[in-house]
């Protein structure tokens, strides 16, 4: 069993920054990446940043240069500090862990249950 857990997020206002964190927990053999998306009212779900398990990052050219994903493999941690933000940053955001369970098992997606980030003065 997995879990993924998020923290974080809240009502901040335009300019301002906020600090999401996420835990993987449970049957964890290795993690190849973490990350977080993000989904506004009446649109699709995008990917916002990820970090793989030898450090390399990505991000949505929407956040690049206000966002910073940063991760602990020793603890399963990742943490997404947000800068700048900006009303259209408005979203429940998503943690997701892609992991093995076990040495045998194939890569898995778990989903943290997401946290709403609201940017309004």
């Known amino acids: 069993q997995v879990h993924v857990v998020e923290s974080g997020g809240g009502l901040v206002q335009p300019g301002g920054s906020l600090r999401l964190s996420c835990a993987a927990s449970?049957?964890?053999?290795?993690?190849?990446?973490m990350g977080w998306y993000r989904q506004a009212p009446e649109k699709q779900r995008e990917l916002v940043a990820r970090i793989f398990d030898y450090g390399t990052t990505s991000y949505a050219d929407s956040v690049k240069g206000r966002f910073i994903i940063s991760r602990d493999n020793a603890k399963n941690t990742v943490n997404l500090e947000m800068n700048s933000l900006k009303p259209e940053d408005t979203a429940v955001y998503y943690c997701?862990?892609?992991?093995?369970?076990?040495?045998?098992?194939?890569?898995?997606?778990?989903w943290g249950q997401g946290t709403q980030v609201t940017v309004s003065s």
């Open positions: 449970g049957s964890i053999f290795n993690i190849y990446a």
């Open positions: 997701y862990a892609t992991l093995r369970a076990y040495s045998t098992s194939p890569r898995v997606d778990y």
